[in-house]
């Protein structure tokens, strides 16, 4: 099995592992991988602490972004990332575009996975999409590496004030997007710079292609 929870029920979960030996060998000898939000470094090691002691090795977490209006995920990391606030890069099918509010970088996302607005609230969808057609997250990241942006992304706070304001404003961008789906990860492109080249890990995350940027 994959587990996915909060982080409550995370440290929960770690507390009543680390209690009962039998419950802890049961359960991570089946354990495939588990997705813990992006700040729960605790979390994390518990889990691999755990893990280590029962097996030798280290847990394979997940973690990423999203919302329930993206139903509900933008941005996962790989297996073996374990930097805490890292989310990584778009799913398949996601384009994010980092747009500058308030000094930092508004994540917005166009999907198929995206609601297209608020049930009788014309007013409220209306301000949760750009002018692109992009709904704004209202959360904002970074580049773990700006000069290895195959990296990802690394969650960077809240845009303030809540609720989300309608910054009509059009600003100079960043966009990410996934192109081809793969069985486990995606290749793709990353638009960032005008005039410039970025590299792209292939499924196998071992390969990388060389991609124009726009």
Same mark, same amino acid.
């Given at each position: =099995? ?20 039998? $419950? ?17 470094r605790s979390t994390w090691d ?36 374990? $930097? ?5 890069? =778009? ?6 575009? $980092? ?41 904002? /990241? ?10 990802? $992304? ?16 059009? /600003? ?41 940027i726009n």
């Amino acid at each position: =099995p994959s587990i996915s929870t909060c982080p409550r029920d995370s440290i929960a979960g770690c507390e009543s592992l680390a209690a009962d030996a039998d $419950l802890r060998v049961r359960f991570l000898s089946r354990l495939r991988a588990c997705f813990c939000p992006p700040g729960c470094r605790s979390t994390w090691d518990a889990l691999n602490a755990l893990a280590q002691q029962e097996f030798g090795v280290d847990m394979p977490v997940i973690t990423g972004l999203g919302a329930t209006e993206t139903a509900p995920s933008v941005c996962f990391t790989r297996p073996g990332t374990r $930097l805490a606030g890292a989310i990584g890069l =778009p799913a398949t099918g996601n384009v994010v575009k $980092l747009v500058p509010v308030e000094g930092k970088l508004e994540m917005r996302v166009k999907g198929p996975n995206v609601t297209p607005g608020y049930w009788r609230q014309p007013e409220t969808t209306t301000a949760a999409f750009d002018e692109e057609g992009y709904y704004r997250l209202g959360d904002a /990241a970074r580049w773990i590496d700006e000069g290895d942006i195959a990296q990802g $992304l690394m969650f960077d706070g809240r845009i303030q004030p809540r609720p989300r304001r309608d910054h009509r404003q059009r /600003a100079a961008s960043t966009s990410v997007r996934c192109w081809a789906a793969a069985p486990t990860w995606s290749s793709g492109c990353m638009q960032s710079r005008p005039g410039t080249t970025s590299s792209w890990p292939d499924h196998d995350m071992m390969e990388t292609k060389q991609l124009m940027i726009n």
